[in-house]
């Protein structure tokens, strides 16, 4: 039996501002630029109480919290945390599969104690280490494993045993599968689905229907099935880092703002290639609320943060929808990148998919 933990630091980046700060302890916290087209990389809870958020440009964050703190952004400090972090987690095992400088899943199923207590020494020892804490998910398998981390937040773990998968699914808001973002919520309200339940009613050709070749992988996740591997760091011939908003990115400088963590934790992961690999290009993925996709490549380039905002601001012009997942990479000499992809559309089967 498979034993998958999915670790999640609370509030990274504004935890390591707070914790260097002590005076800041307590006081609505967010990382990032007041300017007037800066946006916010993150914030802490208590600023969240006011309706802040990530990707929120600044100046809306202090209308809602004319008291936040906004501190400017320190990606090198991040990425030692991040590195300390994952120092710990090997302790455990060696099948860790980053997802970000702040999250990674864990797969435990070879030790011998129970995985709940995993995850609470882990927790328990970077706390002690790093004075951060963590949220944890233990569950049979990454999907549930990344739903249970948010049960419990901040702080906090939840397990998912096999025997209780189904009837925790069964009442499980479909906006808590990973990759659902707004817009797909609407569209399965349309459709009478609000709950994951609901959402097994649907045969997989109308799920097909609403979000193409994505339905397929849909049918599976509403009933808690999902058979990915913890894949861990390997030798590729590529590199990328991406993610998926919980809110939909709606403007370009929001997509900006989250452009730099990705391009930060992105070259951090490349300096372990410095001296073996060559990049011969960079590109930028976009993926659209309306799950319309593009990736735009610029071969011969190399990783710099002004070429990525070219590539980002050519591919956010290509869909007038907004973003719910933005990536960023390199190609290394053995598949090198000459020319730009076309946006792709969704599986059509002939039934309007994709369109509104």
């Known amino acids: ?69 906004i501190v400017p952004v320190h990606f090198d400090k991040y990425r030692r945390e991040s590195q300390r972090v994952r120092a710990l987690m ?64 901040p702080n906090g773990q939840f397990e998912i045993r096999p025997g209780d998968v189904a009837a925790f699914m069964r009442d499980l808001p479909v906006r808590r599968i990973w990759g659902i973002g707004r817009v797909a919520a609407e569209r399965l309200e349309r459709e009478g689905v609000r709950t994951c339940g609901e959402m097994q009613a649907l ?30 760091h390997r030798e590729r011939k590529s590199l990328s880092t991406e993610t998926t908003f919980r809110e939909d990115l709606r403007t370009l ?18 300096r372990k290639y410095a001296e073996v690999k060559r990049v011969t290009g960079v590109m930028v993925k976009i993926k659209f609320a309306d799950f319309t996709h593009t990736t735009v490549a610029r071969g011969g380039a190399q990783p710099e943060l002004r070429v990525y905002r070219e590539l980002l601001e050519k591919g956010f012009g290509r869909s007038g929808q907004p973003v719910r997942l933005l990536g960023v990479g390199v190609k290394f000499a053995e598949e090198a990148a000459e020319e730009e992809t076309q946006l792709e559309l969704p599986l059509d089967l002939g039934r309007g998919v994709g369109h509104r």
């Open 1 to 69: 039996m498979r034993t998958i933990i999915h670790l999640d630091m609370d509030c990274f980046y504004a935890a390591i501002e707070v914790r260097d700060a002590p005076e800041l302890r307590g006081q609505p916290v967010a990382v990032g630029g007041a300017g007037p087209r800066s946006v916010l990389t993150t914030c802490n809870y208590e600023a969240r109480r006011f309706g802040v958020r990530s990707a929120m440009p600044g100046l809306m964050a202090l209308r809602k919290c004319p008291h936040l703190i």
């Open 90 to 153: 090997q302790a455990f095992t060696e099948l860790i599969e980053p997802l970000s400088l702040d999250e990674a899943y864990l797969d435990v199923s070879a030790r011998p104690e129970p995985g709940v207590e995993i995850a609470r020494e882990l927790r328990r020892r970077i706390y002690r280490t790093t004075g951060l804490t963590a949220s944890a998910g233990i569950a049979p398998n990454k999907l549930l494993a990344k739903v249970a981390s948010d049960w419990k937040k």
């Open 203 to 232: 045969p997989v050709w109308r799920l097909q229907e609403l979000f193409g070749s994505w339905g397929t992988e849909l049918f599976h996740l509403c009933r808690g099935e999902d058979t990915r591997a913890v894949e861990p």
């Open 253 to 270: 400088d929001e997509c900006r703002a989250a452009l730099e963590p990705l391009f930060a934790e992105m070259v951090a992961d490349l």
